[in-house]
């Protein structure tokens, strides 16, 4: 007898049980997680709930809640809204996989620190964090501070109208801050990276119309750490209107193989680019350092010098600068200096004054000069 064909029977009763088992097609993760996946992306609104399960459809309703919720990997949305919070960070990432804390954009996410009662956005001893397109106004005292906490990067971030800093670190290495715009810090600097911090780059900013310096860097050797801030880059950024108060708009103590390059230093009030020991002791003052392509100026009346290299600032390279001084002239240094230090293709200017460079211990350049090994 022949047997009969009956794969065709078998593959329809197939179909039939795959179309109405209630099998679903599996769709692309949408950041809320597949069926087999957790969400890796959750969301915050001023209209949110923290009972809600922190999905784009029902968010979470308080900043902090879900950062205490984050794990490595996980990216945090900040819906449009203005925000009251004070908030402290203590959830680390990994090298491979980052907590991203972000709004929408800096125009629609606001975190407003006018009720905070000292930093706005504290990030403590967490590290592999990623901040952007929020804006950060009104905080007492800084309106985002990293303390112990490292590899963090800030960028396209709006930092405002803050108490004492903008963005303050202290020991704290590896920060980056791109791509943002920091003004109005009242009684300090725009970015202070503090306490012995190591390889912060400072890169692509808007930094103005702070009280006292545009960006610092100072290791403060009497506060613990090793009291150096090494391998640290400053560039392209755009710095002025800074110092009405004192303060050069690129400030630098005990700074060491650092590299600042590419900056427009421009109508400042006080120094332009200074490297010093911040009176800690000359053996505390900046080395090596690459000042190369940067341009400082002032208006004709106003500021000191556009360069300033003190206090054991030994073993630069300074190379390819403009240096308009004001006030005072283009560049300043201590004669100790100048046996270390390596100098060629700078323009240098003041206005209505013979004297453009100063060199202390008594002598003065009438114009320029321009050698490999000063004081050869």
């Not at 800096?106 to 397109?133: C, W």
């Not at 006292?212 to 090494?230: E, T």
């Not at 390059?261 to 010093?276: L, P, R, S």
Request: net charge negative; aromatic share 10%.
């Amino acid at each position: 007898m022949k047997k009969k064909r009956i794969f065709i029977p078998i593959l329809i009763v197939m179909v039939f049980l795959v179309v109405f088992s209630g099998c679903k097609v599996k769709t692309p993760d949408d950041g809320n997680g597949g069926d087999d996946e957790p969400p890796t992306e959750f969301f915050v609104s001023t209209n949110g709930s923290d009972s809600n399960d922190g999905s784009r459809n029902t968010p979470w309703g308080t900043i902090q809640y879900a950062l205490d919720q984050l794990e490595p990997g996980h990216t945090l949305t900040i819906m449009p809204g203005s925000y009251d919070e004070t908030l402290v960070m203590s959830r680390s990432g990994t090298a491979d996989k980052k907590i991203h804390i972000k709004g929408q954009s800096y125009d629609t996410t606001l975190l407003d620190g006018s009720n905070a009662d000292r930093d706005l956005f504290f990030v403590e001893g967490a590290d592999y964090i990623e901040i952007s397109d929020i804006t950060i106004s009104h905080a007492p005292r800084a309106a985002l501070r990293l303390s112990y906490s490292n590899h963090i990067e800030i960028r396209d971030c709006l930092i405002a109208n803050n108490g004492t800093w903008g963005i303050f670190t202290d020991f704290s290495d590896d920060t980056t801050i791109s791509n943002c715009d920091v003004y109005g810090s009242e009684e300090e600097h725009g970015i202070y990276i503090s306490n012995s911090s190591d390889r912060a780059i400072i890169r692509n900013n808007l930094v103005h119309h702070n009280y006292a310096s545009g960006i610092q860097i100072n290791a403060d050797p009497s506060m613990g750490g090793d009291g150096i801030s090494s391998d640290c880059l400053i560039e392209n950024n755009l710095v002025y209107e800074n110092g009405w108060g004192g303060g050069a708009a690129i400030n630098l103590a005990s700074v060491r193989d650092s590299i600042i390059q590419n900056n427009i230093v421009v109508y400042n009030y006080a120094g332009g680019i200074a490297a010093w020991d911040d009176g800690q002791g000359w053996q505390w003052g900046c080395k090596n350092l690459t000042i190369i392509h940067n341009t400082i100026y002032f208006r004709p009346t106003q500021g000191r010098w556009a360069l300033s290299l003190k206090n054991g600032s030994t073993g630069a390279a300074v190379y390819n600068n403009i240096l308009a001084g004001g006030r005072r002239g283009g560049f300043e240094v201590n004669s100790n200096v100048l046996v270390e230090i390596e100098m060629d293709y700078n323009i240098y200017y003041r206005f209505n004054s013979a004297f453009v460079v100063s060199i202390e211990g008594g002598l003065h350049c009438i114009w320029s000069y321009s050698c490999r090994r000063c004081g050869s």
